[in-house]
């Protein structure tokens, strides 16, 4: 008697977490990518590299889906999300795991490689990881700014030197 009381407790706690710890595993979502890409192997290539170039086609064509999904989610949020930071936002919060690959040899002289990866989210870090994306986007603006000042500087300058250097009126007008 006293042991089925035992278990029936146990049972109940059981049952009582299961049903007050689902709405959190509900809340929880992660999406899924599948993408697959073909590499043609060039004369002088190794497995392992041929291998990284497919998976590095799949993991741009998972990107461009990831991105497109992001986007749709800020237009369904209301959450602004312009196109450079849905693409950083889709490479930071990917986690890929390679599903299958193969080796196919049966053209003389070509060798195909064929990969097929998941790619997935966590829809749930979508919101936390928009700040640190734009901080890294508005950091690279600033970074390309600086560096397209720094050339019209140096442009400027060789100019200027230019015109020092002109002894006619026709060369200073050039």
């Known amino acids: 008697m006293k042991i089925t009381k035992v278990v029936k407790g146990i049972l109940s706690a059981v049952c009582l977490l299961a049903v007050l710890s689902w709405p959190l595993a509900a809340g929880a979502q992660t999406r899924e990518f599948i993408t697959e890409a073909t590499y043609y192997m060039g004369e002088g290539e190794t497995v392992e590299v041929a291998r990284d170039r497919a998976l590095v086609a799949a993991k741009r064509k998972a990107n461009t889906q990831i991105s497109a999904f992001l986007t749709d989610w800020a237009d369904r949020n209301t959450v602004p ?5 849905s693409v950083s936002l889709a490479v930071s919060l990917m986690n890929i795991t390679l599903l299958d690959h193969k080796y196919d040899t049966t053209v003389p002289g070509m060798r195909k490689i064929w990969v097929r990866i998941s790619s997935t989210i966590d829809t749930d870090k979508i919101e936390t990881e928009i700040p640190a994306v734009r901080e890294v ?3 690279n603006s600033f970074n390309d700014v600086q560096a397209e000042y ?10 200027q030197n230019k015109l020092a250097q002109a002894v006619t009126s026709e060369e200073k007008q050039e």
């Not at 999300?81 to 930071?85: A, I």
């Not at 019209?152 to 100019?159: T, V």
């Open 150 to 159: 720094t050339v019209l500087q140096e442009e400027l300058k060789a100019l």
């Open 137 to 139: 986007t508005a950091a």
């Open 81 to 85: 999300l312009t196109q450079e930071e």
